[in-house]
């Protein structure tokens, strides 16, 4: 079963599209990126499978099904415009919204005070929201999104105003929902986290899918059959000009990019540089999901 | 019905939180026990003041010069002032001296609090003089002389009168009023009556427009805080709009039922006995019914304000026009009250912005026909339902929309695109 089927699904405001015709499905289990630049439509999406607003046109489900307010409990959702009541507790705060997703008084008191724990934030349970830091009180928000144990869990920019080590601890916490068999739907900017966490992406671009299925598949199909050499010793790149076959040379980070000529055998420039260097790395050169995005987003409007 | 087929358990425990939240405001506390305490105690503390300083017992001493007052060897006065403080008797005894030197040392050495000369031309002047020490403190003169016209007119027409007419010649006249109704009955109205017809019925005009807008008001406060602070779009991925709004509504208006309960308990409390009034239970009774119905037709719309305007301020400028329509009656009070079948009245009474606090008002002052009652409950009950369905509809559509408020015309244009 799908934990979510988008089919032919349009939105559009005051004569503007802003999704079209998306079709996607979210495997349950899985960590899955909604990545796009601003304005691509993100948060319209996620909108419209919390039925907040109505699709114009088009089919979504949840579970399997259209959303109904049993399943609305069983989602968890971050937003990216982040609010919380400024002038009530936290406690108070955290148990009355998992209240609203139907969960017990009781139970959402144990559930608040072992999530606050788990975060560093149990000594300021008692105190209100406009009396924590910025940090802090993203990891809250982050908190009412995962407090009453959803299943499918949305989190739009949740690592947007946290330092590195709020940032490694959120992510701990996406990783252990995900191996815990709950689905993970991330939208966000930072493509470096989302090529490290997501099982498969859907790019949006201007309310249109630009790109769609698993981070290995996409890096691949965009790979351009370059090769990443490293070196033992820096001095050996002069060697690479000795070789046949190779088109074009790029430093990267640490390593060399080499493009071969068309027909050129792979194996053949290996052996060649074994003869000549001591060779610390050799693989085929995949681009990050960054520079597609990058690349994709430049396409599309250069059209 | 909007209302009956929304409520589920979301919108309790909306209703719980609204309410308990509210409930905790300062402002709130404020308005329910300290402006009530506050109102009781101008009224009551002066009269407390006054029965303490006349509570305590006293010796008076007397020289009768005429030799034919009859003082009684001790008065026992009842309370003067209102409340049941005030009610504590207390003595005044007499005490007889031959001279005026024996009195005033009688009164330098305390033994007595004051003394009475009733001169020899008393019949001639009607002079009585009252001789105090400068420290005391209380000088019972007012009360006293009352007592003493009562003893003056027993010395004089004991035994010459029968006792009707001595009776009458202390208490000569008692005026009462009576109205004649369009049906030629004629009914008693003494202070209780006036007060009873004209300040009670203002009083709970005024009651009940304050607590459905500060009740109203709080929901305006909370949607566009909600709204502004962005948590509505963590509220909104748990609970429908509708269930939303009818949990708000809910627990607000406990909020205010819980305010004018209160209220009108003070009035019935303080009221019993600092004025002889009397509530009748089913003008209580109408009168909340007004609260409810008002205060649904009022908070649904703050809450289709709150949703469409950006800001808390921006929000309170817009729900300051709905108010001032609302505090007509409140202006036209007085032609209301004197004249409570005038076409105006009327229609102030059954038009849904104005008809809670002045139809209470007319019910007051006279008789309105049952069927006017149930027309504006009608009118009020269709008000609230067509005012919900448009809030819900703007609550849907403009909670999460941020920015530009939008215009008149696109406002009108979601409404009914909604509706489809």
């Not at chain 1, 955290?94 to 975060?119: D, P, T």
């Not at chain 1, 406009?130 to 802090?136: A, D, P, Q, V």
């Not at chain 1, 070789?243 to 071969?260: C, F, H, N």
């Not at chain 2, 003494?190 to 304050?210: D, H, K, N, R, V």
């Amino acid at each position: 079963m799908h934990a979510l089927e988008f089919e032919g699904v349009s939105k559009s405001f005051a004569e503007k599209n802003v999704i079209r015709d998306i079709s996607f499905s979210v495997e349950q289990g899985e960590i899955f990126g909604l990545l796009g630049p601003n304005g691509a439509g993100k948060t319209t999406l996620i909108r419209l499978l919390l039925d907040i607003i109505k699709p114009d046109s088009g089919e979504i489900r949840v579970f399997g099904d259209f959303l109904s307010a049993a399943a609305k409990d069983r989602i968890g959702y971050l937003p990216e415009e982040r609010g919380l009541y400024r002038k009530t507790k936290l406690l108070d705060m955290l148990v009355y919204l998992a209240q609203l997703k139907n969960v017990n008084r009781k139970e959402a008191q144990a559930n608040a005070e072992s999530l606050l724990k788990s975060l560093d934030l149990y000594e300021h349970r008692g105190k209100k929201v406009e009396e924590l830091s910025k940090g802090m009180q993203q990891k809250i928000q982050f908190l009412s999104a995962v407090i009453h144990e959803p299943e499918l869990i949305i989190l739009d920019e949740p690592f947007s105003g946290l330092d590195p080590v709020s940032t490694k601890a959120v992510k701990d916490k996406i990783l252990e929902y995900r191996n815990a068999g709950k689905t993970v739907i991330l939208s966000t900017h930072m493509m470096e986290q989302a090529q490290k966490l997501c099982d498969r992406i859907l790019m949006l671009n201007k309310g249109e899918r630009v790109l769609y299925g698993t981070v290995a598949g996409i890096r691949k199909e965009h790979g351009k059959n370059s090769l990443l050499v490293e070196f033992a010793e820096k001095r050996s790149l002069r060697i690479l000009q000795e070789i046949p076959g190779i088109r074009k040379i790029s430093w990267r980070e640490e390593a060399v990019e080499i493009l071969p000529e068309e027909g050129t055998n792979v194996q053949g420039i290996l052996q060649e540089l074994m003869l000549r260097a001591e060779i610390l790395r050799f693989e085929q050169a995949l681009p990050s999901l960054n520079e597609i995005f990058i690349e994709t987003v430049e396409s599309v409007s250069g059209e | 019905m909007f209302l009956v087929s929304k409520f589920s358990g979301k919108t309790f425990i909306v209703a719980r939180h609204e309410f308990l939240k509210t409930i905790r405001r300062k402002e709130f506390l404020f308005m329910t026990f300290a402006f009530p305490l506050l109102l009781a105690g101008i009224a009551i503390i002066p009269s407390l003041l006054a029965s303490t300083t006349s509570a305590e017992d006293q010796r008076v001493g007397y020289i009768d010069m005429t030799g034919s007052f009859d003082f009684p060897e001790s008065l026992t006065r009842e309370g003067f002032s209102v409340g049941p403080l005030g009610a504590k008797p207390s003595t005044i005894e007499f005490v007889r001296y031959e001279e005026s030197s024996e009195a005033r040392e009688a009164l330098q050495s305390g033994q007595i609090s004051s003394y009475l000369i009733v001169p020899a031309d008393f019949l001639e002047t009607g002079v009585i003089e009252l001789y105090a020490s400068e420290k005391e403190m209380s000088v019972p003169g007012a009360e006293l002389s009352v007592e003493l016209s009562n003893i003056a007119i027993n010395s004089l027409l004991k035994d010459r009168v029968d006792e009707p007419v001595l009776q009458r010649v202390k208490d000569p006249v008692n005026l009462k009023l009576y109205n004649v109704g369009d049906n030629g009955e004629s009914s008693e109205q003494g202070i209780a009556e006036i007060l009873a017809s004209f300040g009670l019925p203002f009083l709970m005009a005024f009651l009940l427009f304050f607590s459905i807008f500060s009740a109203s008001g709080y929901l305006l406060r909370g949607v566009a805080e909600e709204k502004e602070n962005r948590i509505m779009e963590v509220l909104l991925s748990s609970v429908t709009p509708s269930e939303l709004l009818t949990g708000k509504v809910m627990g607000l208006g406990a909020v205010g039922l819980l305010q004018i309960v209160v209220w009108l308990s003070v009035i019935f409390l303080g009221g019993g006995y600092a004025l002889p009034v009397d509530l009748e239970p089913v003008l209580l009774l109408i009168a909340l019914i007004y609260f409810l119905l008002g205060f649904l037709f009022f908070a649904s719309m703050m809450a289709g304000v709150g949703a469409v305007t950006g800001s808390l301020q921006e929000s309170q400028q817009v729900a300051g026009i709905f108010t001032f329509v609302a505090v007509f009656p409140l202006i036209f009070m007085q032609l209301i009250l004197t004249n409570p079948d005038s076409p105006l009245s009327v229609f102030l009474s059954l038009f849904p912005f104005t008809s809670p606090a002045s139809m209470l008002a007319r019910m007051g002052t006279s008789e309105v026909p049952i069927y006017q009652i149930l027309l504006s409950f009608l009118i009020l009950f269709v008000s609230i339902h067509g005012v919900l369905l448009v809030s819900s509809r703007l609550f849907r559509t403009y909670l999460l929309m941020y920015g530009k408020r939008p215009g008149i015309k696109e406002i009108w244009k979601n409404i009914r695109e909604a509706g489809r």
